[in-house]
């Protein structure tokens, strides 16, 4: 059975540091691009950051210059780095990846994966 499990949330200040780190386990043949988004109670779940098997990145325009999304293939992790952080990245943070795995029959099959999600709390 293929998981992911998020590390990392909690409360910090305006303008400090967390670091949030996303592990797949199970039986994984391989794991194409991982992505962090972010939900607010009543809002729909944002990409934050996303980042290919490859490593070539993408961000929202707000976590841009702030936020750092990494990937380490041979332990199956994600992480993203955020700094400068702001009230408004008050949410609750979700991994997602694209996993390949196999069934009980040995046949591989790709399917979307999301963590079940960690807290962060921006505030004074």
């Known amino acids: 059975q293929v998981q992911l499990v998020e590390s990392g949330g909690g409360l910090v200040q305006p303008g400090g540091s967390l670091r949030l780190s996303c592990v797949a386990s199970g039986n994984i043949r391989n794991i194409e691009a991982m992505a962090w988004y972010r939900q607010t109670p009543g809002e729909q779940r944002d990409l934050v950051a996303r980042i290919t098997r490859d490593g070539v990145t993408e961000y929202r325009d707000s976590a841009k210059g702030r936020f750092t999304i990494s990937r380490d293939n041979a332990n199956n992790t994600v992480y993203l780095q955020m700094g400068g952080l702001r009230p408004e990245d008050t949410a609750k943070y979700y991994c997602?990846?694209?996993?390949?795995?196999?069934?009980?029959?040995?046949?591989?099959?790709?399917?979307?994966?999301w963590g079940q999600g960690t807290q962060v709390t921006v505030a004074a």
């Open positions: 997602y990846a694209d996993i390949s795995f196999f069934l009980w029959n040995w046949r591989p099959v790709t399917n979307p994966f």
